[in-house]
Nanobody, 117 residues
Framework: QVQLVESGGGLVQPGGSLRLSCAASGFTFSTYYMNWVRQAPGNGLEWVSGMNPDGGSTNYADSVKGRFTISRDNAKNTLYLQMNSLKPEDTALYYC??????????WGQGTQVTVSS
């Protein structure tokens, strides 16, 4: 079955960096568009970034543009999110999602990112 397992979250000071990973299994990872989505405490879901199947096209929310970088390694079935210059407002539970048509049809369990001094 489809599984998405995020890792790499943690507590970091403002201005710091983290690299999130999402290990995918149970499907042909290299043929799917993948996203990162986050949910801050008390807030709704916010799309963060997306990447097409071959990694040649990326998109970012304005709130993270220039600070976050999405990437993927199709040989390792893994999606990444490099997060630099982190701000307290980046504190959230970060999910990776698979995209099928217009739907995010599978989600991981999430990894917590907390930015605080």
């Amino acid at each position: 079955q489809v599984q998405l397992v995020e890792s790499g979250g943690g507590l970091v000071q403002p201005g710091g960096s983290l690299r999130l990973s999402c290990a995918a299994s149970g499907f042909t990872f290299s043929t799917y568009y993948m996203n990162w989505v986050r949910q801050a405490p008390g807030n709704g879901l916010e799309w963060v970034s997306g990447m097409n199947p071959d990694g040649g096209s990326t998109n970012y929310a304005d709130s993270v543009k220039g600070r976050f970088t999405i990437s993927r390694d199709n040989a390792k079935n893994t999606l990444y999110l490099q997060m630099n210059s982190l701000k307290p407002e980046d504190t959230a539970l970060y999910y990776c999602t698979r995209v099928l048509g217009n739907e995010y049809d599978h989600w991981g369990q999430g990894t917590q990112v907390t930015v605080s001094s």
